[in-house]
């Protein structure tokens, strides 16, 4: 899915979701990562959607981020109740959804100036 939006050199926003890969304006990303718009990706090393802990979050969570979007790959897969409630406990919105989705979401809420970082998981198993 191609996205269209306008480009701004100071951010990184997502330009094409495919199955194996998602391309931002700052480069083209093969493998899972996390998104801060004024930073640009980041590494976010998982196996399976049952390995995602609050401790691996803790380096996005310690940005306080309004919203914190999961793109969980091609199909929508939610992280255990446990960890969604943890997240919560810490003030911060959780918002799962496919990667197409996360990335129409994120470059939304990044024109709307709001605090939010995302994560896309790809290859990642349940």
Partial sequence: MQLHLQQSAHQHLVQKVEATQIRLNSGLQ???FWLCPNRGPKPFVLSGLSDLT???????????PDILLLGTG?????????????????????????????????NVLVGEHRHVQAIFLLGVLA
């Fill in 30 to 32: 093969t493998a899972s």
């Fill in 74 to 106: 091609e199909r929508l897969r939610f992280p255990s109740a446990e960890l969604r409630a943890r997240i919560l406990a810490k003030r911060v919105g959780l918002e799962v959804m496919d990667n197409a989705a996360a990335a129409r979401t994120f």
């Fill in 54 to 64: 609050v401790e691996l979050l803790d380096p996005v969570l310690a940005d306080q």
